[in-house]
């Protein structure tokens, strides 16, 4: 099969260009061509060497995502679902907003976490996306995006918070996370592009020495006891081990604070209990079992998206105010999300999901949709 250059970030495309018996600098024109101008014919790369793109036509080519579906949402959020062979589909939602639009990118076909509340991961785990395919829905999206003939921008963030656990597939990740920073590539900032995970403490510390860009964490509890239920990597490591490897990552990050991402599940981890709990845990305070100094952060509440086979429901609004005025409280900046593309079923893995189930862990998931009660896991915290 030819060779598919999104799968090169550019230090890796002027190997490739070598090994062709190219000078390096062939490899910025091609990357700009393909990044910045989204071409994909090497005929209309008109300032590249014939030669170069006589060479490249025999055994290289543009390979992008199949589109399956694009739905538009009234507010302007647009989703796509891309076969990626084998009966696998990912999704990529762009958002658009006042002064910027953010690109949500899936890393994995299915997601092995298997979090109770992700749509995403009831359909169990099919592959990790290959780096060429996670680069190519931010081509794919941007210059669908783009006003014909304009070279202004218009992606400006992305956030790696689709499906997938992003740092489950590290070795293609880390690529596609430089093709986006790259000044001949998308040229976004480290600011700008964010990487979320449910809690991978060893690879956490690996991001921060090979690309420190934002990070968000899915936290979604105040305990190790209701944590370990609704994100069963948790048992491996623990919130104690998470938020140390937090504050090690802001030392090189290129932000000065973590997002915590805190879904808001109705009867489960929405009382105002529950948000003392978390203010104590990420304030560092005495009185917390972590009691180690402060966790420079912020949260972004986000509002449960139902699916049937999850079992759980959406916190009614006063119940996520009153949460998010705790936090606030404490000292904690705190934004609960807004719902985007409600009418196009924009949350991660809603669609996909219709495509498929692989390996029968919407089944095993319902199994064990029994909902914990606040009461009990309030009183768990202690370990
Ligand atoms: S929330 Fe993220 S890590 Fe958890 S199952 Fe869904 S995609 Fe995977």
Redesign the pocket.
Known sequence: MAVNLLDFDLEGLAAYCESLGEKRFRAVQLFRWIHQKGAADFEQMSDLAKSLRGKLAGAAEVRGLVPISEHRSTDGTVKWLFDVGGGNAVETVYIPEDDRGTLCVSSQAG?A???RF?S??HQGFSRNLSTGEIVAQLWFAEHRLRAPGSAERVIDNVVMMG???PLQNYANVVPALKVMLDDHGYGLSRRRVTVST?GMVAMIDRLREDCPVALAV?LHAPNDALRDQL?PLNRKDGLDALLDACVRYLDKAPRDFVTFEYCMLDGVNDAPEQAQELARLVNGEAASRRGKGRVPCKFNLIPFNPFPESGLKRSPRERVTAFARVLQDAGIVTTIRKTRGDDIDAA?GQLAGEVQDRTGARERLVQRRAVIPIAAAAGEGAR
């Open positions: 997601c976490v298997g979090c992700c995403t991961g499906m997938g656990e449910s899915s994100v991660c």
